[in-house]
């Protein structure tokens, strides 16, 4: 029986991708009924090309009510019989998961765990968590990867686009590591298939250069596999990151 860490707040329903009008919209026809077309809130702005292709299966929750302005929400794309994550912020509600059931033992193990606070304010950014445990404060950075390269398979990449706010973060918690202060990258593999995470160093090569100093400089940097299906994710395991 699958034990899931995480379980959908509502049934989703399957649906045939048709267009993205814009970053953060899908337009789709419902798997029961093709003639019903419907417009989908999309929360992850990535580019997604190797995803969103002409009539993949995307799992829709919904449909909400106003004061919503689009009907549905995007929750997974099928990618060769491999549900993928498209909820970006997904990561900041497993993370706290994860920790309680022992799966980030490199950040802290859950009879030590005092206390979590999600969006810390650190200077002029914000910070996904800070843990406490015994021997003090850990500040976390929580990274979603779901790109998986053609003719790469089990590698999950990040990011899939320049991202100038992951980089800030990740030199944040570098110059803190640098001064004593506890400090670590959690990267969540948002579909079952990824067995080692890395950098995408040709998309974005100055994240790449910036996890890199935070690795040197002592941040933990760590990556969980996960998978996902209509139901919930389930079967947190630790996986490499080769940088």
Partial sequence: MTRYLYRHPSALVPARFIERPHRFALRCAMVADDRQVVDCHLADPGRMRELLVEDAIVHLAGPFGPPRKLPYSAILAEQNGVCVNLVSALPNTLVPLLLEQGDLPQLCVPERLLGLEAEVKVGDSRLDFCLEDDQ????????????????????????????????????????????????????????????????????????????????????????????????????????????
């Fill in 136 to 243: 003090g404060e850990v500040f976390v950075e929580a990274k979603s990867v779901t790109w998986v390269r053609d003719g790469e398979p089990g590698v999950g990449y990040f990011p899939d686009a320049p991202s100038q706010r992951a980089r800030k973060h990740v030199l944040e918690l570098a110059s803190m590591a640098a001064r004593g202060q506890r400090a670590a990258v959690v990267f969540v593999a948002g579909r079952g298939d990824i067995a080692e995470v890395a950098p995408a160093e040709d998309v974005d090569p100055d994240f790449a250069s910036a996890l890199r100093q935070a690795d040197a400089a002592g941040v933990t940097i760590v990556a969980v596999g996960l998978s996902f299906d209509s139901v919930g994710v389930f079967g947190p395991v630790s996986i490499p990151v080769r940088l």
